[in-house]
């Protein structure tokens, strides 16, 4: 298995940026398929960006597209994501998480998930 530690969340004004990362421990990072999820208040669950299998190519959800990049370090078992022109639609506690499997943007589809870091960004 695999342990995921989020962090990077905080306070931002609208327009701003924040970058969060997700430390893995464990399994090595490069045995797991990664995303990011978000959960807003009174709503579900939501992919918001990953890597495509097996290329490795990164997507995303279309809400955020162009405004956020993810990236991983394999060698420092450490993935990120940077997010760019935040809008208070963007206010959520973010997780990062891993699939033992073939990802896909459903969160049905992994297997372990960290704690969540809190991102609020105010209007």
């Known amino acids: 298995q695999v342990q995921l530690v989020e962090s990077g969340g905080g306070l931002v004004q609208a327009g701003g940026s924040l970058r969060l990362s997700c430390a893995a421990s464990g399994r090595t990072f490069s045995a797991y398929n990664m995303g990011w999820f978000r959960q807003a208040p009174g709503k579900e669950r939501e992919f918001v960006a990953g890597f495509r299998w097996p290329t490795g190519s990164a997507y995303y ?16 078992n450490t993935m990120y994501l940077q997010m760019n022109d935040l809008k208070f639609e963007d206010t959520a506690v973010y997780y990062c998480a891993a699939a033992r499997g073939i990802p896909t943007t459903s969160e049905n589809a992994y297997d372990y998930w960290g704690q969540g870091t809190q991102v609020t960004v105010s209007s």
Do not use: E, L, V, W
């Not at 959800?61 to 420092?76: E, P, Q, V």
């Open 61 to 76: 959800a279309d809400s955020i597209k162009g405004r956020f990049t993810i990236s991983r370090d394999n060698a420092k």
